[in-house]
């Protein structure tokens, strides 16, 4: 009987850490110019912001920091699944890919980086967070 178990990816082979500063490079050099850009036109600026700020938080743990800068990479990058200049629809794929990782990593996300992000959007704090 064969195993269905996933296969194993060899680290070294995979180049796994490289692929991560990339993108942090990315993240870093495009993200704010980027959200100038669009900040008016994306319901999900609280949530983006916040993954933002837990991926450059160096006490979030470095894999947790390696999905959230693939995300903020995706959101970054010029070419998407669906162009952001197509109105209503433009911005869907970049919000499914912040809500997903938030699904996969989102306890991550404290409340500091919560707080940051509302304090750059000018956004109230919920009684409830």
Avoid at 34 to 45: D, E, L, T
Avoid at 54 to 82: N, S
Avoid at 100 to 112: M, P
Wanted: hydrophobic share 45%; net charge positive.
């Amino acid at each position: 009987m064969t195993s269905t178990s996933a296969p194993q990816i060899d680290i070294d082979v995979a180049n796994l850490p490289a692929v991560v500063r990339r993108n942090e490079r990315t993240v870093r050099r495009s993200f704010w110019k980027k959200v100038a850009k669009v900040i008016g036109r994306i319901p999900f600026a609280d949530d983006l912001l916040s993954v933002y700020y837990c991926a450059i938080d160096h006490r979030t743990p470095p894999r947790v920091r390696g999905v959230l800068f693939a995300a903020l990479a995706y959101f970054v990058l010029p070419t998407d699944m669906i162009p952001d200049f197509i109105a209503a629809f433009g911005f869907t794929d970049d919000a499914t890919v912040i809500a997903t990782t938030l699904g996969i990593v989102g306890s991550h996300v404290k409340n500091r980086h919560k707080e940051r992000a509302r304090r750059v959007l000018d956004l109230p704090l919920h009684a409830e967070d």
